[in-house]
């Protein structure tokens, strides 16, 4: 990984061939300036925009760069993170429209005997639009085991037996990425088949979605021209262009389903208008209408009494989608956002109307922005703000603020002058959570002060351990896409020594015995 600067990033574009009618070509005169100032004031490396109207592509440009030398292109595949969801929820509905499958009625746990829930009543109970709306209320902090992880996705299944989950279903969505895994998983396991070559056989193979596929090191090997992620440590480096270029993830994502995706803006687009036309290509019926339209459908509620006018007061979910309005237009969305990605699709599908993003980095939050000041500069909406150098940017400075704030942790009041409760060596060890998967704790010498300190590796984090007070330590846990602090508790026993930790609202029982106390040590003999 390394720096450079604003500099390198001259503008560079490439324009496709586009179909533009003479009534909106000057609409879109000055659209490419204002992506490409937009960019720079939101410190994004490289992106892409394709847009489509009424059947033609009107617009398609990269800004930026790719990689540290070669433009983004319209053409430059990225990784879509949570954009995966629709095509897996449309994957099911055409084994559904087989017979094969239900949405609402046979339990997932009939379709795969390891989906078990802690309560047995939940997991008799449990259906495929339960998984795909976000409405069984999995706790969020599971998914930190599927992340970066070498067991297979069924055996991560397995331990969703030991969650304990509210056996009451809400109408409230509740993001999850684990249940859209479970529920690809299901469908892999009816079909017969391994979940990714399911959806290439019943989406992309028959939409001919031939820039789209699975797995990063495989968008690597399909095309020199995809895309490299980036990160900046705040956005004032981001404006001035000091990024760090990351590698692609060689890790094979467990949760593939919710976000493991590919593809360019132009294939996005593509997909865009089937789905607006109920699965239709040509005329022709590719993919099965009723199935759709039912991913199109709202199950679950994501946001109410919404503030702005310009929105519906009701956001809501539903399989793979969230449905809102936006000034009277019905629109189908999504955004993805995976480590040094982000990714968003719009669909007006009463304005004929698609709209796709890519760019390679995880923080800024201006897609939202430009979607909405594409649909006004289109449909010649009523113009209520300045979506991209007001709403845009300072949503941008919210996402570092919140990174950094993230970082900085809700920690508990600090008791100053506490020393560790115990001898750092007493930390070291292995521990385990029948939910979470493994931690260890080492003792490592900190090569700028020379002195001990202790080092957590949890999942795939690998994060120094600062002491706070008594047996607790703040642990930071950073990549790309999360930044989060919070304490390790160390748990001893009635014999004084280190028995487990406390992380993650979990607990992690110690897998050794190497620092237990005498009785405990001739117990386990």
Not at 433 to 447: E, F, H, M, Q, T
Request: charge should be neutral; hydrophobic fraction near 35%; charged fraction near 25%.
């Amino acid at each position: 990984m390394y720096r450079y600067c604003s500099h390198l990033f001259i503008q560079q574009r490439q324009t496709h061939s586009l179909s533009r009618p003479s009534s909106i070509k000057k609409t879109l005169a000055d659209l490419s300036d204002v992506l490409e100032k937009g960019r720079i004031q939101c410190g994004i490396p490289g992106m892409s925009v394709a847009i489509l109207h009424k059947g033609k592509l009107i617009f398609a440009e990269g800004f930026g760069k790719r990689n540290e030398q070669e433009p983004f292109t319209s053409e430059t595949l990225a990784p879509i993170g949570s954009l995966t969801k629709a095509f897996t929820a449309t994957a099911i509905g055409e084994l559904i429209a087989e017979g094969k499958m239900d949405w609402d009625t046979t339990s997932v746990n009939k379709y795969l005997p390891e989906f078990e829930l802690k309560d047995p009543v939940l997991t008799s109970q449990l259906t495929l639009v339960d998984l795909l709306s976000h409405r069984t209320g999995l706790p969020r902090n599971v998914g930190y085991s599927w992340y970066r992880t070498t067991e297979s996705r069924r055996d991560l299944i397995k331990r969703l037996k030991h969650v304990e989950m509210t056996s009451k279903l809400g109408s409230k969505t509740q993001y999850n990425n684990i249940m859209y895994a479970v529920a690809g998983e299901a469908a892999a396991n009816v079909a017969g088949i391994p979940y990714e070559k399911l959806v290439e056989t019943k989406i992309l193979e028959p939409l001919g979605l031939t820039n789209t596929g699975f797995s990063p090191m495989e968008m690597k090997k399909r095309s020199p021209n995809h895309a490299m992620p980036f990160s900046a440590e705040s956005l004032r480096d981001a404006r001035k262009g000091l990024y760090v270029m990351d590698s692609l993830d060689e890790v094979y994502m467990a949760c593939a389903p919710a976000g493991d995706m590919y593809s360019n803006a132009l294939d996005l687009v593509r997909w865009g208008k089937i789905v607006m036309s109920s699965g239709k290509i040509d005329g022709d019926q590719v993919l099965n209408k009723e199935a759709l339209r039912e991913t199109l459908t709202a199950h679950t509620i994501t946001a109410s009494l919404r503030g702005s006018s310009d929105f519906g007061r009701v956001v809501a979910y539903g399989m793979g989608w969230a449905l809102d309005s936006f000034k009277g237009q019905t629109y189908y969305t999504h955004d993805g956002a995976i480590s040094g990605f982000q990714a968003r699709l719009d669909i007006f599908p009463d304005a004929d109307l698609v709209v796709a993003q890519l760019f390679n980095i995880s923080v800024a939050d201006w897609s939202h922005g430009v979607a909405c000041y594409i649909a006004d500069e289109v449909l010649d909406l009523p113009k209520t703000r300045d979506w991209i150098f007001d709403f845009a940017i300072k949503s941008t400075e919210m996402a570092y603020n919140e990174r950094e704030a993230g970082l900085k942790g809700n920690l508990p009041k600090r008791i100053p002058s506490k020393q560790a409760a115990q001898d750092l060596h007493a930390y070291e060890g292995e521990y385990t959570n029948p939910i979470l998967g493994d931690a260890s704790v080492r003792v490592d010498v900190d090569k700028k002060t020379g002195k001990e300190t202790l080092i957590c590796k949890i999942s795939a984090f690998d994060s120094k351990m600062e002491h706070y007070h008594f047996d607790a330590f703040v642990v930071r846990l950073k990549d790309a896409l999360a930044a989060m602090a919070g304490l390790v508790t160390f748990r001893t026993g009635g014999h004084g020594k280190v028995e487990g930790l406390h992380f993650f609202n979990e607990e992690f029982k110690r897998k050794d015995n190497s620092n237990a106390g005498p009785y405990e040590a001739k117990e386990k003999q």
